[in-house]
């Protein structure tokens, strides 16, 4: 049984800074794809960072570079974003996902993904 739990959502000024975490178990951590997903209301899902289980470059849509970072402890299943000078826009609840690797993989498409957590909650206030 796969888990992802999230956590380290919550209320923040714009311009502030938050860590999601996401825990990871059921799963060969470390062989698997991970990605960060966010959804607001009335919106679809959508993609803001993903990582391939070796060293290889992280995945962000060009409005988020810069400003959120992905990263992965796999000694510790732990997948985490961090996001820096955050804005309104980025208010949303956040998912981590996991994928199997495959030889096809688009790292930011939500429909890649085969496993997800319920979300964490980030407000951002003006």
């Known amino acids: 049984q796969v888990q992802l739990v999230e956590s380290g959502g919550g209320s923040v000024q714009a311009g502030g800074s938050l860590r999601l975490s996401c825990a990871a178990s059921g799963v060969t951590y470390k062989r698997y794809y991970m990605g960060w997903f966010r959804q607001a209301p009335g919106k679809e899902r959508e993609g803001v960072a993903a990582l391939s289980t070796g060293g290889g470059s992280p995945y962000y849509p060009d409005s988020l570079k810069g400003r959120f970072t992905i990263s992965r402890d796999n000694a510790e299943n732990t997948l985490y974003l961090q996001m820096n000078s955050l804005k309104p826009e980025d208010t949303a609840m956040y998912y981590c996902?996991?994928?199997?690797?495959?030889?096809?993989?688009?790292?930011?498409?939500?429909?890649?993904?085969?496993?997800w957590g319920q979300g964490t909650q980030v407000t951002v206030s003006s």
């Open positions: 996902a996991a994928k199997p690797p495959t030889p096809y993989w688009i790292p930011l498409r939500p429909h890649d993904y085969n496993y």
